[in-house]
């Protein structure tokens, strides 16, 4: 979240007042992969690392590897606009797309796809492929017991006057969520279970990949 409303990018989290809170964490049954193995230990044995709360398999596969703009996104469907889409939903074919445009352009170069880019992506690291993301953080927000949530979100509705609509009771809903809960990741400098290796950056993309910088129409 942020670049929907003209700030620096940040984890998306309803304690900063996104729509949702991002996931990450680390996997119950796969091992770190090698080519992840070095930017999770030094995540893990940094400052911010040695804050977290334990509960989670250290020695397994950590995600996510990289994230993208997902909060707020307007969408078309069978020519109706739909506003407030978000999460991967939203994150996940534009990330594709932008992947697409590197493909594109390799294609013109008479080079082949990309491939599998993670190995690639953590052997350059943040600085070689991406918007470094070090603000926010996917602490779990958790449901009030229901006469509570019941009574706050009546409450919600009768003070800002809301009309019922999805929007709407959205924004109430994230209101009336118990913030309190602690575990979770925050962000950091470099790769995090939060934010991964951050947002990737179209023309760091285009240089690792072997192509030269261009400008994109949109």
Not at 55 to 71: E, H, I, K, L, Q
Request: proline residues 7%; hydrophobic residues 35%.
């Amino acid at each position: 979240m942020g670049p929907e409303t003209g700030l620096p990018e940040r984890v998306c989290n309803i304690a900063d007042g996104g729509s949702y809170t991002a996931g990450g964490g680390f996997s119950s049954l796969f091992p770190t992969p090698t080519y992840q193995q070095k930017a999770v230990s030094a995540y893990l044995q940094g400052p911010t690392g040695k804050t977290v709360l334990p509960g989670f398999n250290a020695s397994n596969r950590a995600y996510p590897d990289v994230t993208f703009a997902s909060n707020n996104f307007e969408i078309v469907v069978g020519g109706s606009l739909l506003p407030m889409v978000g999460g991967t939903s939203a994150a996940a074919p534009s990330l594709a797309g932008l992947f697409s445009l590197v493909n594109a352009r390799r294609m013109e170069n008479k080079m082949t796809s990309v491939g599998f880019v993670n190995p690639t992506l953590y052997a350059t690291g943040t600085e070689g492929c991406c918007n470094d993301i070090v603000n926010g953080a996917n602490m779990c927000p958790q449901k009030l017991p229901y006469s509570n949530e019941t009574t706050c979100e009546t409450e919600c509705s009768a003070k800002h006057n809301h009309s019922g609509s999805y929007a709407a009771s959205s924004e109430c809903q994230n209101e009336c969520l118990d913030s309190s809960c602690k575990a979770g990741f925050p962000a950091a400098e470099g790769w995090d279970p939060a934010s991964g290796l951050g947002s990737p950056d179209f023309q760091k993309l285009l240089q690792l990949f072997g192509v030269k910088a261009a400008s994109v129409m949109v």
